[in-house]
């Protein structure tokens, strides 16, 4: 089982956002089950069980983990194929953010269209490199910090965005033979916090959310690196550095 995977065809989108069937991954994903085991814990007759199993499976989102006899039958023990699953914006091709449309550093929304381009291009470059049965060098970079005012928060987005600049015209070469385009992204944005609301929905502090939100994105083809600011705990490591294209994926 895979510990997450990208769902970018349309019809499998639309499968494993029924209510039903997402409780059925959600359960596959903790043990395999027969339709029979599952039925009575999602209070449904196995035989409606089975069939939301067998769309599930005609999409690959769930497989067989084994089958078993109980008495006369034998049971196919099902399990998901992977512990959570991301929709990519391929799912809604005619109407996927473009990032390249609307550039603003300062634009949460902006910064989403970045986000979404990362889940498309990583999902496709995951597909690529398991059909290619290669590995994919990625990199990524996941910080937390807490700034002390909007102030120094914008002094840290100035100085992120010169090292990162520079960083980038030194190693750079858009002439080398060989060489391959990467995507670097850092976004700076709001924390949410970890309690819902009453509707269920994560909330972000107000004070920092009227203070806006930063995106440095720089030059350099598919990868893309995100640092992420927080209250203040030691940094964590994860920048997505990806290789361009399924059929070069080996690490350099």
Do not use: C
């Not at 199993?53 to 049971?75: F, I, Q, S």
């Amino acid at each position: 089982m895979l510990d997450v995977t990208v769902i970018e065809d349309p019809e499998a989108a639309a499968v494993s956002l029924d209510p039903t069937r997402a409780r059925l991954l959600a359960e596959l994903a903790s043990a395999p089950a027969s339709a029979a085991m599952l039925a009575g814990r999602v209070g449904l007759p196995r035989q409606k069980v089975n069939y939301h199993l067998k769309a599930l499976e005609r999409h690959g989102l769930v497989e067989l983990a084994g089958e078993r006899r109980k008495g006369n039958v034998t049971e196919r023990l099902m399990r998901a194929t992977a512990a959570s699953y991301v929709i990519s914006p391929l799912a809604l091709a005619a109407v996927q953010p473009d990032p390249d449309r609307f550039r603003d550093q300062l634009s949460a929304r902006w910064l989403l269209a970045l986000g979404a381009r990362l889940v498309r291009d990583v999902g496709t470059l995951i597909t690529g490199a398991a059909k290619a049965r290669k590995r994919l060098a990625t990199y990524a970079l996941d910080g937390e910090v807490r700034f002390a005012s909007a102030a120094d928060r914008a002094a840290f987005v100035q100085e992120l965005t010169a090292g990162v600049s520079a960083l980038i015209r030194k190693y750079d070469a858009p002439d080398a033979e060989g060489g391959r385009d990467h995507r670097i992204v850092v976004a700076v944005h709001p924390t949410v916090k970890d309690q819902p609301t009453a509707d269920g929905q994560p909330t972000v502090d107000d004070r920092v959310a009227a203070e806006g939100r930063s995106a440095v994105d720089g030059r350099s083809e598919p990868a893309d690196g995100r640092t992420t600011t927080r209250d203040r705990r030691p940094a964590r490591d994860h920048t997505s550095v990806r290789e361009r294209s399924a059929p070069d994926l080996d690490p350099q």
